[in-house]
């Protein structure tokens, strides 16, 4: 009998939860970056604190920038570089992980399982560590819930992202992650972050319109584990810096 192996990625994200510390992920989008652009914002982000970096946008569809823009911040840091995909397209050769993710409040088999199961040959072909994970996409006025045609979470009715995530924890996905869209106008209420804490034991992401510590901070707080920021970093480093602080600091 072959037993699952946790990748090394992933025991790199446990171990520092199980140590007590909290995670701070940093998004680069191939759109709004070029490759030597993404490496300066990546090694500004190690230089702070932040823990990996997470490439992906959800309207980006070119693999050959895709692998120029990874490979050009695998040059300029050590942290994890981890594929956040939109479309097999995101698919790169040069990354240590890809989210292996299902878009689970799509209305569209092609985000829940179509793109999944036609990457999924790549994605062991390259060698990318897969770590499973169930994404969940909150109101309707993002490129993500359109791209991915999800039908919204509403933000304020936490029960109902709860059933979702203590579903993909059941499916046996080891994340769950809460997006509120990139650029968002306001981030997951932390209500709504604390009503999946108490339904669910992996670990939570959550993304979409931080922009200031406190709103980090208000996430940590409701139970959340692993903090994403982009649109930040391309407006203000300095703020984004403030954030990764924040996040490395915290103490429940
Ligand atoms: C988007 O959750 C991420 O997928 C990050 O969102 O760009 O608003 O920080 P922001």
Redesign the pocket.
């Known amino acids: 009998m072959r037993h699952l192996k946790i990748g090394r990625i992933e025991q790199y994200l446990l171990s520092k939860l199980e140590a007590g510390e909290k995670i701070h992920l940093l ?1 680069i ?1 191939p759109e709004e970056s070029s490759p030597e652009n993404a490496s300066v914002i990546a090694s500004k982000a190690e230089e702070a604190g932040s823990d990996g970096i997470m490439v ?1 946008g959800s309207t980006f569809f070119s693999q050959s920038q895709m692998d120029e823009l990874v490979k050009s911040i695998k040059s300029s840091v050590r942290i994890p570089v981890i594929i ?1 995909p939109n479309n097999i397209t995101s698919i790169s050769r040069y990354a240590d992980a890809i989210w292996f993710m299902s878009l689970l409040n799509s209305v569209d088999h092609y985000f829940i399982i179509g793109a999944q199961s036609q990457g999924a040959v790549l994605v062991s072909q390259y060698g990318l560590e897969a770590i499973p994970m169930g994404y969940l996409v909150f109101g309707g006025d993002t490129a ?1 819930a359109a791209m991915g045609r999800a039908l919204p979470l509403p933000f304020n009715r936490g029960e109902v992202a709860a059933c979702y995530a203590l579903a993909a924890q059941y499916l046996g996905m080891r994340f769950v992650y809460l ?6 106008q306001r981030p997951i209420p932390p209500q709504t972050i604390k009503a999946v804490r108490r339904a669910v034991t992996i670990p939570i992401i959550v ?5 200031r510590p406190e709103d980090a901070v208000e996430a940590l707080k409701a139970g959340a584990d692993i903090i ?5 970093a391309e407006e203000s480093f300095e703020r984004c810096r403030e954030i990764i602080r924040a996040v490395k600091s915290f103490k429940p």
């Open positions: 998004l989008d992906g956040f993500v997006e509120a869209g990139s650029g968002a993304g979409g319109g931080i922009k994403v920021t982009g649109t930040i």
